[in-house]
Each structure stands twice: as C-alpha cells, then as structure tokens.
T-cell receptor
Framework: DAGVTQSPTHLIKTRGQQVTLRCSPK?????VSWYQQALGQGPQFIFQ???????QRGNFPDRFSGHQFPNYSSELNVNALLLGDSALYLC???????????????FGSGTQLSVL | GQQVMQIPQYQHVQEGEDFTTYCNSS?????IQWYKQRPGGHPVFLIQ?????EVKKQKRLTFQFGEAKKNSSLHITATQTTDVGTYFC??????????????FGQGTILTVHP
C-alpha cells in the first residue's frame, strides 16, 4: 500500500519562473492538502482539494494555484517565483467526505524548492 | 486569523530526562493533533485529541487537551535518543468553515544527549 508520493524531490528555479509540483495521495484517500514549510517553521496551509475542487484556501497569493484530478492526484502550481518561495512543499492526504473532518493527515516526503 | 503558538522553541535534554512542550491557540479548537518530524523527514501523525480535558497516553508519551480547548501539551517521560525530532501541534478552529485547515505551531525541536 503506497503512501503519499510527491515529485520531484528537489527543484531549483530562478526568480520569475513557474513550477509545478505533483502529489499522489495514499490509497483510499480522496482529499489532498498542500502545505509550505519554511526552514525552522511549522507547515503553513496553502489549500485543500476535495472532489476536484478547492475546498479551502490559506493566506497565500493567487500565484499559488492547484488542481485535483479524477484519480485524486493533485498539482500545485506557483507562478512568478520569488526568493521567499524557497521552502519544503508538503502534500498531505486524508479521507474527507464530510464538511467537518477530523481525519489525520498523511504527509508525503515533500518537494524541496530552491529559488535563486 | 487563528494562531497557534508553541513553547519552548528548543529543548536539550539528557537521555532519561523528561520533556514537555506546550501549545496555545488564539481561538477555540474543534480538535488538536500532534505530529513528529525527524530531521530531514516529513511530519508523522502521533495522536488526535477531541474532547475537553482529554488525556491520552502512548507508552512514554502523554497528551493533554485543555478544558477550554485552546491549549494542549505533550509530555515525554524518560527520553530516549529515538525521541529526537521536532514536535508540532496542529489545531482545527472550532468556528466557521475551517474544516480543511490545520494550523500548525512552529514546533519544539528536541535534542537528546546520550
């Protein structure tokens, strides 16, 4: 039973470029959340996808966008990269059919993004 | 918006000593979760607390949820070198439609000296 898988593991980009990160949720999960973790900080919620729609969004600019596919996998896109976007991007999956889920999150190993 | 604060930021202990980290939310929580992240790794779920005043134990780890559902603590008895890592609390706000969002504290980094 595969856990949450993310690709790529590492990525180096320059300012102004665009990046796409990918995530496959744990088998049986239908909800994907994306988090940004800066060095020495806790993960910060970017957004969550359920049934191919963005269910909730954190305090991130519109440069951050996402998508969920029918097979529940997800992509995170970041446009016009800034130096401050350098961080570990974590994908977390859960099973969340209800509006008030108490499900625990299963995290992937993350994508380490460096913006030069 | 909701904020979750954790103290201390760092804790260095000798193997065998106890360790406690505290978590406080600016808003009332519907539940709180604890995660552990090993150096270079990703957060791994430890436990979830839902009820006011709830106490749960996992071997040497004891988790508490405050009566007002705004604070929580994690206590490790007789630390071992395998306990090394960063411990995060993460809470879901009880109000509004914050069903999807877990707000993480900044974490407590635990180092254990053998």
């Amino acid at each position: 039973d595969a856990g949450v898988t993310q690709s790529p593991t590492h990525l180096i980009k320059t300012r102004g470029q665009q990046v796409t990160l990918r995530c496959s949720p744990k088998s049986g999960h239908d909800t994907v959340s994306w988090y940004q973790q800066a060095l020495g900080q806790g993960p910060q919620f970017i957004f969550q996808y359920y049934e191919e729609e963005e269910r909730q969004r954190g305090n991130f600019p519109d440069r951050f966008s996402g998508h969920q596919f029918p097979n529940y996998s997800s992509e995170l896109n970041v446009n016009a990269l800034l130096l401050g976007d350098s961080a570990l991007y974590l994908c977390a999956s859960s099973w969340g059919p209800s509006m008030t889920t108490n499900e625990k999150l299963f995290f992937g190993s993350g994508t380490q993004l460096s913006v030069l | 918006g909701q904020q979750v604060m954790q103290i201390p930021q760092y804790q260095h202990v000798q193997e065998g000593e106890d360790f406690t980290t505290y978590c406080n939310s600016s808003t009332t929580l519907s539940n709180i979760q604890w995660y552990k992240q090993r150096p270079g790794g990703h957060p791994v779920f430890l436990i979830q607390l839902v009820k006011s005043g709830e106490v749960k134990k996992q071997k040497r780890l004891t988790f508490q949820f405050g009566e007002a559902k705004k604070n929580s603590s994690l206590h490790i008895t007789a630390t071992q070198t395998t306990d090394v890592g960063t411990y995060f609390c993460a809470g879901r706000d009880a109000g509004g439609t914050s069903y999807g969002k877990l707000t993480f504290g900044q974490g407590t980094i635990l180092t254990v000296h053998p």
